[in-house]
């Protein structure tokens, strides 16, 4: 792999996004005829999960926020600014700054998705939710799969990403046709995947730019304890 480049840039304002700032630094590369940085982004507004920075040591830099809500306002005039991608072995480097995660997604297709019969489409209100479950589930479905909770933990573990797909479906009457195989079938893929375990650190839920709880993580082991206890009894 490369190592780290120094660039410079005369033209960045404080009012810019991080992601902006990028922009002005590969126009001006652009115009010098060299390689742009590539990085990932796609929405800009802090919900799809694609910018996915480690700036100066920590996953998404100074803020608990996303990459594009990041503003240079946050860093001093002639600061330098160390910019790397996510370092994970399940997360491998594409070119830059662009990692693949694809190994999120291949987590969700285990068994993040809900069975639900064809046919006319339920009422809204048909099935009453209590408020503090639906607070509950609505809180973990905020993460958008950015991959700063496995960037941030010394074991790159998956554990708070993977314990929130779990958390928002396991809560929810819908998520209950596959609650008992879930929690199996995502952990094992997690697993394979090569994300490394939990040991409690709490730095993900730290970093997390959506504040991702901690809680969800053992509601995970306990929707896995339960499914493996009940399996074996069958
Ligand atoms: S739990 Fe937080 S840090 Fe991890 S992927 Fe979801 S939003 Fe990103
Ligand atoms: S570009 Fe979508 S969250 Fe940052």
Same mark, same amino acid.
């Given at each position: ?5 120094? $660039? ?18 590969? @126009? @001006? ?11 990932? &982004?796609?929405?800009?507004?802090? $919900? ?5 920075? &480690?700036? +100066?040591?920590?996953?998404?830099? %100074? ?6 809500q990041l503003h240079m306002r946050s860093f001093k005039d002639g600061d330098t600014i160390t910019i790397e991608p996510w370092r ?23 068994? !993040?998705?809900?069975?639900? +019969? ?6 809204? +209100?048909?099935? %009453? $939710? %209590?408020?503090?479950?639906?607070? @509950? ?7 958008? !799969?950015? !991959? ?7 074991? =790159? ?7 929130? #797909? ?6 929810? %009457?819908?998520?209950?046709? @596959?609650? #008992?195989?879930? =929690? ?11 994300f490394g375990a939990c040991t409690n650190t709490g730095a993900c839920s730290a970093e997390c730019p959506k504040g991702i709880s901690l809680t969800n993580i053992a509601r995970m082991n306990r929707e896995y ?6 399996? +074996?009894?069958?």
């Open positions: 792999m490369d190592p780290l480049k120094t $660039i410079k840039s005369e033209a960045v304002s404080a009012d810019m996004s991080f992601l902006e700032m990028l922009d002005v630094l590969n @126009e @001006e590369l652009s115009e010098k005829g060299e390689d742009p940085v590539h990085f990932d &982004h796609d929405c800009r507004e802090g $919900i799809c999960g694609m910018c996915s920075l &480690h700036i +100066n040591g920590k996953p998404h830099g %100074p803020q608990q926020t996303t990459t594009c994970a072995k399940a997360f491998p480097v594409m070119k830059d700054l662009v990692v693949d995660r694809s190994a999120f997604d291949r987590i969700i297709q285990a068994g !993040g998705y809900v069975s639900v +019969n064809t046919g006319g489409v339920p009422d809204a +209100n048909e099935i %009453p $939710i %209590p408020k503090k479950i639906a607070d @509950e589930a609505f809180d973990a479905a905020t993460c958008i !799969g950015c !991959g700063a909770c496995v960037a941030a933990c010394k074991n =790159a573990s998956a554990m708070l990403f993977t314990s929130a #797909k779990i958390s928002q479906l396991a809560l929810l %009457p819908q998520g209950q046709v @596959e609650r #008992k195989e879930r =929690a199996e079938k995502m952990i094992a893929q997690m697993d394979a995947e090569g304890f339960s499914a493996v206890v009940s399996s +074996n009894n069958v």
